[in-house]
Structure formats: structure tokens, C-alpha cells
């Protein structure tokens, strides 16, 4: 049975920008995958010479962005990128919703933090 997680990550950056990183294959190849390869909605994502292909689901600008894995066993399973931004502070955070084995969620959830760490780094936030 897969688990499903949600991690939450702040921002210094215009909720344009980062949409940008989460939204194109541009974007996406600077942080979450090697090579990022677009037909239509559909996303190859490339790393070290493996590629796996999901589907663009939803989306909606400046707001979220929800794939599906061609090869997903469960097509209740996703992962998506969610931009919120708390009307008091003013703060981006960006939400990923993902579905991993529980065996492996701290694993799933450092890979994560990589990729996360990757993002903030290339966007100076």
C-alpha cells in the first residue's frame, strides 16, 4: 500500500518564477530531472540516461500542477506542485503532493529535500 505525503517548502521568489520551474521542461530540468522532454502533455523526465514519462493532468497557472506516471500501478496516485501564498506574511511556500511505499518515505522524502534544496538554489530564494 502506498502512502500519501505532502511536504511544504517557503520561498523568496515571485510566484511567476517559480511556477516557471514547476510548470515547463526548462524549468523542471534545472531541479527535478536531468532532461525534461515535452509532447503535448506529456512530460519524459531523463536521469542519468532513464527515462520515465508522466502525463500533465491539471494545470493552472500560477497555482498548481498535477502529473500522473505513465506506468503508475494505482491512476489515483499523482504528484503535483501546489504554490500557496499566506496572505499575512506574504510567504510562498510550495506544496508537493507525491505517493510513495511506506518503507521508503524518509527516503522519498530526502530525495525531496535534494531536489528542493536544487530549486532554491537556482532560483537564488
Known sequence: MRKRIELEYIFSSSVKVLYSRLSTPAGLAEWFADDVIQKGNQFIFVWNKTEQSATLVEAKPH??????????????????????????????????????????????????????ESLHRNLGA
Not at 505513465?70 to 506542485?81: C, Q
Open 63 to 116: 497555482s498548481h500542477v498535477r502529473f500522473v506516471w505513465d506506468d503508475a500501478e494505482d491512476e489515483d496516485e499523482y504528484f503535483e506542485f501546489e504554490i500557496h501564498v499566506e496572505p499575512l506574511t506574504g510567504d510562498v511556500a510550495l506544496i508537493i503532493t507525491d505517493f510513495v511505499d511506506e518503507d521508503e518515505e524518509s527516503d522519498s522524502i530526502s530525495v525531496w529535500d535534494k531536489q528542493i
